[in-house]
């Protein structure tokens, strides 16, 4: 084999600079996102429970909220009629941040973790949090 | 105790399912202390289905929302700036002193106002009296029809809205609409909102804006902003209905509308 000092001397720093990312990261775990809950109005609550069960929040929050926008916006609809039974204003303002009011720890946490950058807040106005909450 | 096994986990299933029923009935309804505004027993005597939306049931309703707008009754500035400032107030509009400025309703002199209708020797008064100007929610817009992502559309009841989700900012809307009605975002209007309202969004640079009859309000079963601040100055109601206000004071009084001969039917009129 000719040059096969080159080639392997080339191979392994091409292996090494491909694979770069990894060692960068090794034992660095990443942080899974841990959504706080700790508003004032949740702390207050009796029963801790969403408009619908977590894990429905969990995973279909930007269907429903999509479906809430099209019919408060373009439907006149501004009411929406939960599993349970219970009746709620479908506005980001009055419902949502009434209890989630830290943004920062509730919204943010796992959408910079997937990597995604919803534009609401360019219309829609954060809560004001509280400065004694530790957030901010 | 002969209590077999199957006997047991049925008991301490339906214990365990009593418990969580009464804790959730009995929490659900205490915790929640939203700003709702709407009637409970309206909405429970409706029997919706769960998992439905549903409109409010105190909404008001029309077929074809009007205003009309006494001009008679401004004669100081403040008759103007309270109707001005309670729209600019609840819809967080910005004030921007350039000509990249946000009007939602504002006022101008009779001659631009109504430029086809400015005679040379025409009466004092008339002349000099500023006229309020908004969207006239035109029954046939073409503002709506130039629109490619139909981010502005007209709803049942008459009323131009625009969907600010899904205007992208090509300004067709304001090439189109003869009234000059619309305002674009030229920049983020944030910073120049005296006093935001977290009850309702702002908007952002790049969308068009205007006045929706405070489509908002009507759904709660509220009376537009300016309306209510006018001291009856503005009225407004349902033009297909005979019996409305806006009807009986039409048909009681001398009206004009802006550049009607356009075709767009205007639904704001002025008396004169
Ligand atoms: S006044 Fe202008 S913006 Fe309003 S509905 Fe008519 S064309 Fe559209
Ligand atoms: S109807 Fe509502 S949106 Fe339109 S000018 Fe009056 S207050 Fe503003």
Redesign the pocket.
Known sequence: MYNSGKIITGLVLFLGVVTMPFWFNIGKADVKPDPSLDTPVIRQMKVKHCIESKQFMIDNHMELLNAWRNAVVRNNKTIYVSTAGQYFTMSLEDTCFHCHSNEKQFCDQCHTYANIQPYCWECHVKPVEEAANGHR | MDIDKRKFLKLVGVSGALWVGSRLAGGLSSVFNIRDRFDKQALADAGYEVGTMVPDPGELKAKQWAMAIDVRQFKTPEDYTRCIQACDKIHNIPDITTQQDIKWIWEEPYSAAFPEQHNQYMEAALKSTPILLL????EF????RVCPTGA?FKRQDGI?MMDYHRCIGCRY?MA????G??SFNFKDPRPYIKKIDPAYPTRTKGVVE?CDFCAERLDQGLMPACVEASKGALIFGDLRDPDSDVRKVLSTNFSIRRKPELG?Q?NVFYIL
């Open positions: 969207c006239n929610q035109c817009p073409p503002c709506v502005t131009v809307c189109a609409c003869p009234y009605s619309r205007k767009t205007p």
